[in-house]
């Protein structure tokens, strides 16, 4: 059963859909309601802003006080790939830093529709390559994202396997979005608010933004349809109130019929994004805290591995 606090975001976000019908924001007018609302975000105690430049690349490192020298993790937001910004997910990364007692690198990737695919992977793969440079090693590397950004992290890890480089120690989606061709409107009864928000801003239209010319079965677009072999381990956490939670529950079993690793944690009656609300909402602190025994898990086996070679 849902926290009193969850039941109260859902409706926060049930009025606030609400009051769009029949005037959909642009584009530009909801970047800056995001950018808006993520004003007054406060960074966990002991956890450290640091300004980066990744060949030119925006980018930014959440430092906790207790983070493990050699390690690292790489973050990449969600919006859809058309919005979403450092700002916007400050907390949630200094969150998932504190708890995963890990540096964390957030980048400020290409947007769709001005930079379409594959701006976005590029750059993640950018990142990814930079810290490499930067000393860490890739096994000592993590990558984690929401929503989009799970996507994203998942495409990176195809295009790395794909090009024969290293992979890293393992992947996080938090409520990862693997397919771009999101379900038609008759949707189950538990995705009812959430096909409402996705009329209600005209989300569908994102993915053909971000895809432009490229199909939206493309692998490094909808990882749902790529071949999931030989990939570093997943931890996939999803709601099954999702609209996503389908496309998320067949990825994650066709990996594991790959012979990837697979954990997929699915939380009960939850929004998307709640994660972002893991201030108020203790669901999101929950899945967060779930994230570092993840984290911790996959540190303990390479050490093992490596105390029996």
């Not at 859909?17 to 995001?34: E, H, I, Q, S, Y």
């Not at 906790?64 to 690292?72: D, G, I, K, L």
């Not at 998932?96 to 540096?103: K, N, P, S, V």
């Not at 295009?159 to 938090?174: H, M, S, T, W």
Request: charged share 15%; with cysteine; net charge neutral.
């Amino acid at each position: 059963m849902p926290s009193t606090q969850h039941l109260l975001l859902k409706q926060l976000l049930a009025s606030a859909t609400g009051t769009l019908t029949g005037k959909v924001p642009k584009l530009a007018a909801m970047r800056l309601g995001f950018e808006v609302l993520s004003l007054g975000q406060v960074m966990p105690w002991n956890v450290f802003l640091e300004d980066a430049n990744v060949d030119g690349m925006a980018a930014e490192w959440a430092r906790p006080a207790a983070a493990q020298a050699e390690r690292v993790l790489l973050y990449l937001h969600g919006g859809g790939y058309v919005l979403g910004s450092l700002n916007t997910h400050r907390g949630l990364v200094g969150a998932l830093a504190q708890r995963c007692e890990l540096a964390t690198l957030a980048i400020n990737y290409r947007k769709a529709p001005e930079y379409p695919f594959p701006a976005a992977l590029e750059d993640a793969l950018l990142a990814f390559r930079w810290l490499q440079k930067q000393g860490y090693a890739a096994h000592n590397i993590m990558v984690a994202g929401d929503s989009a950004g799970g996507g994203l992290a998942f495409a990176l890890a195809l295009a790395l396997r794909d090009a024969q480089e290293a992979l890293p120690a393992a992947v996080i989606g938090l409520s990862p979005w693997t397919d771009l061709a999101l379900p038609p409107p008759v949707l189950r009864r538990v995705t009812h608010e959430e096909s409402q928000v996705l009329e209600a801003f005209e989300i569908r239209g994102w993915g053909p933004l971000y895809a432009a010319e490229t199909p939206l079965a493309h692998p490094l677009l909808s990882p749902v349809h790529a071949d999931l072999h030989r990939l570093p381990p997943l931890l996939i956490q999803v709601s099954d109130a999702e609209v996503l939670s389908d496309d998320v529950v067949r990825f994650a079993n066709k990996a594991r019929a790959a012979g990837t690793p697979v954990t997929l944690q699915v939380f009960e009656g939850l929004v998307h994004w709640w994660h972002l609300f893991w201030r108020f909402v203790p669901e999101a602190r929950l899945a967060l805290d779930r994230v570092a025994n993840f984290t911790h898990t996959i540190w303990a086996a390479q050490l093992a591995s490596k105390q029996a070679a």
